[in-house]
């Protein structure tokens, strides 16, 4: 977030910075709270990250992975983010030339 907010701060010459959208849904017998963070600019809010909490556990803050939309707690979270991804390709290494019309072609 600090980053993030920073690059806002440069963006917009120091007149922007990171803004909170909070909504909130009665459930049973508590509140569900989800806020999300990011950049409220003239066309549209762009959201960075959201963040969830309940009022029946109050110590326990979560916050929707961006890529897979899955909820994790923030230290699960942190841990995730050090990691590096995996990334996949359909290329078999060495078996290409230019030019390009040697890639696989999928139809």
């Known amino acids: 977030m600090k980053a993030q907010a920073k690059f806002l701060d440069s963006l917009t010459k120091g007149k922007g910075g990171i803004a909170f959208l909070t909504d909130s849904t009665k459930v049973k017998d508590g509140w569900e709270y989800s806020i999300s963070a990011g950049y409220n600019g003239p066309d549209r809010f762009e959201t960075y990250h959201i963040f969830y909490a309940s009022s029946k556990d109050c110590n326990m803050l979560k916050i929707?992975?961006?890529?897979?939309?899955?909820?994790?707690?923030?230290?699960?979270?942190?841990?995730?983010?050090?990691?590096?991804?995996?990334?996949?390709?359909?290329?078999?290494?060495g078996i290409y030339n230019l030019p390009v019309e040697s890639l696989p072609r999928w139809m």
């Open 64 to 93: 929707a992975e961006p890529v897979s939309g899955e909820t994790l707690t923030i230290k699960e979270w942190r841990k995730r983010k050090d990691q590096p991804v995996e990334t996949g390709s359909y290329l078999k290494k």
